[in-house]
C-alpha cells in the first residue's frame, strides 16, 4: 500500500469516534510525514504514518487536562534547563512496545493503563528519534525553528501532581502527533508540550527584570563526584588494563562511599534506589543540615572569631572566658616519719659547694700510688733479605 493510499486509511480509521482536537493544522504537517515512517523503521522495523499534526498553546494545566490521567507521561528538558512535558496515550504506548518487543504490532484497542519507568525506558529513543528528525528535516527544507527545537526526554513523571510540582509554570507550544501503525492496526498520540522561553508565569523563581532565575540555577554546573574506593595497585597492572577487566570491591565498600566535590569531601553517602531510580543517601557529618536552601555545609569560620566546641567567640587580642573547671579533691597529708633524712641542698641563689676532686694518679700527689716505669723493649731481630 502506497504512503498516500495507507494515510488515507488512517485518517477515516482516526475519524471514528472520535472528537475534534483543539488547534490548527501544523505548518510542520511535511515535516512529521517524511521522518514518521522513516524513524520508526530505524528504530523499530515497523510501519508508521502520520495520521494528523495540530498545534497550540496553552498552559500547563490546560496540556495536563487535554492528555488525561493515564498513558505515560514524561519531562521534555533543553541544554539551558528550558522544560516541558510529553505524553503517549495508552495506544500509543502499547504500539512502540509491541513493535520494540515482538517487531509487530497487534490489531485491535490497547487497554487504558499509567505508563510505568520501563516502559519510558523502551519507548524513549522512538519519542527522541522522532524529535531529532523532525529538527534535522525542518532545517533541510529551511522552515523556522521548531518549539521542540533541542528538546529531549528526560525523567517519567509519575502521575499529575508529580508535573505541577516538578515542570515550571507558563506558555507552552504543544503539538499533538496522530500516528498509526501497520495500516491502522493501532493509532495512538503523541503529545509534545515544550515550554516558550520567556514565557513564564510570575512567581518567586522571576526576577525583577522578568528573568528566569530557577533556568539560571539549573544551569549553572555543580559536579558532584561518588567515591567507592581508593585501591592501591601496582603501576603495571594498571598500564595493562583491557576493555572488560574486573576490578573486584569488597562489599563492605558499596555500604558506605564518600560524595566528594571539588576535590573536598561533601558528606559520608549510602548506595541505594529511590522511585526506581540510582539514589545516595547523605549521612551527614558534624555542622551540615538539610533545610529550605539545600545542603548546608561547615565552612571556613570568621576571621577573628571562632567557636571551639562550645567555648564563647572571642575577639582577637583577648583572653578566652574558660568555663569553671569541677572542684578537685583534696589529697592526704604526707607521713610526718619518711624513711632517711633529705640531704640539705642549702639555701641561696646557687648549687652547694662541691668536693675538690682527686688527683690524677702517676703526679705525685693525691691518694694514689705513683704507677712503676715500663721495662725497656728488647730490639726486633733484622728481617732476611
Not at 530505524?42 to 499534526?53: D, K, M, Q, Y
Amino acid at each position: 500500500m502506497g504512503e498516500a493510499a495507507e494515510t488515507s486509511v488512517l485518517r477515516r480509521i482516526a475519524g471514528r469516534g472520535r472528537g475534534g482536537r483543539e488547534g490548527s493544522a501544523s505548518p510542520y504537517s511535511p515535516v512529521w510525514h517524511v521522518i514518521v515512517p522513516r524513524a520508526a523503521d530505524e528504530v523499530t522495523g515497523v510501519e508508521a504514518a502520520l495520521v494528523r499534526i495540530r498545534q497550540h498553546e496553552a498552559n500547563l494545566a490546560g496540556v495536563l487536562d487535554a492528555v488525561g490521567e493515564t498513558g505515560l507521561l514524561i519531562r521534555l528538558l533543553r541544554n539551558d534547563g528550558l522544560d516541558g512535558v510529553a505524553h503517549l496515550d495508552s495506544s500509543l504506548l502499547a504500539a512502540i512496545l509491541e513493535a520494540q518487543t515482538t517487531g509487530r504490532v497487534n490489531s485491535g484497542d490497547a487497554p487504558e493503563r499509567a505508563g510505568t519507568q520501563t516502559d519510558a525506558a523502551v519507548v524513549k529513543p522512538m519519542v527522541d528519534r522522532w524529535l531529532a528528525a523532525a529538527v534535522e528535516e525542518a532545517e533541510h527544507r529551511g522552515l523556522p525553528a521548531a518549539p521542540w527545537t533541542e528538546f529531549a526526554t528526560a525523567s517519567r513523571l509519575a502521575d499529575r501532581r508529580a508535573a505541577e510540582l516538578i515542570v515550571d509554570e507558563g506558555k507552552f507550544a504543544v503539538a499533538t502527533v496522530e500516528v498509526g501503525f501497520c495500516g491502522g492496526a493501532k493509532i495512538g498520540t503523541l503529545t509534545l508540550a515544550p515550554r516558550v522561553a520567556g514565557n513564564r508565569s510570575g512567581g518567586a523563581g522571576a526576577g525583577a527584570g522578568g528573568g528566569d532565575l530557577t533556568e539560571s540555577v539549573m544551569a549553572a554546573s555543580a559536579r558532584l563526584s561518588v567515591i567507592l574506593d581508593r585501591p592501591r595497585v601496582a603501576i603495571g597492572w594498571v598500564q595493562n588494563l583491557q576493555p572488560g577487566d574486573t576490578l573486584a570491591l569488597a562489599r563492605s565498600r558499596l555500604g558506605e562511599v564518600n560524595l566528594e566535590a571539588a576535590g573536598r569531601m561533601v558528606s559520608r553517602a549510602r548506595l541505594g534506589q529511590a522511585g526506581g531510580q540510582r539514589a545516595v543517601r547523605l549521612i551527614l557529618g558534624p555542622g551540615a543540615s538539610i533545610g529550605d536552601g539545600g545542603l548546608a555545609l561547615p565552612g571556613p569560620h570568621p576571621a577573628g572569631a571562632m567557636d571551639l566546641g562550645g567555648l564563647p567567640a572571642q575577639e582577637p587580642g583577648s583572653a578566652p572566658g574558660l568555663p569553671d573547671l569541677p572542684g578537685l579533691p583534696d589529697l592526704p597529708d604526707l607521713p610526718a616519719d619518711l624513711p632517711g633524712d633529705l640531704p640539705d641542698l642549702g639555701g641561696g641563689d646557687g648549687l652547694p659547694d662541691l668536693p675538690d676532686l682527686p688527683d690524677l694518679p702517676g703526679d705525685g700527689g693525691g691518694d694514689f700510688p705513683d704507677l712503676p716505669d715500663l721495662p725497656e723493649l728488647p730490639d726486633l731481630p733484622d728481617l732476611p733479605d
